[in-house]
């Protein structure tokens, strides 16, 4: 059974940065990843996604040019750096599995969840 551990929350200013990181365990390691996030009382939405290969990215627009998803295959990990936050990117982030080449923002496509991760970014 494939598990996906998520890590690198916190309370930062804005202005500021923090890295999530997910690492999955169990499986194969041959997944696209995606990074989602939900701000209480809003519906969950998708933040960015990487291909299996690393070549396709995107990003939603309100996160563009401000946070970079990467992958190590190695490690069976991905990575959501977040640089300029902002109070409306406070939400619980969550990291997500495909067992898919493809990159795709579209949440029903994904097979694996991690538990999520608080973010708080004060004004």
């Known amino acids: 059974q494939v598990q996906l551990v998520e890590s690198g929350g916190g309370f930062v200013q804005a202005g500021g940065s923090l890295r999530l990181s997910c690492a999955a365990s169990?499986?194969?390691?041959?997944?696209?990843w995606g990074w989602f996030r939900q701000a209480p009382g809003k519906e969950r939405e998708s933040v960015a996604a990487?291909?299996?290969?690393?070549?396709?990215?995107y990003y939603s627009s309100f996160v563009k040019g401000r946070f970079t998803i990467s992958r190590d295959n190695a490690a069976n990990t991905v990575y959501l750096q977040m640089n300029s936050l902002k109070p409306e990117d406070t939400a619980v982030y969550y990291c997500?599995?495909?067992?898919?080449?493809?990159?795709?923002?579209?949440?029903?496509?994904?097979?694996?969840w991690g538990q999520g991760t608080q973010v708080t970014v004060s004004s």
């Open positions: 990487i291909s299996r290969s690393g070549s396709t990215i």
């Open positions: 997500a599995a495909a067992n898919s080449y493809i990159a795709t923002m579209n949440s029903m496509l994904y097979n694996y």
């Open positions: 169990g499986g194969s390691g041959n997944f696209a």
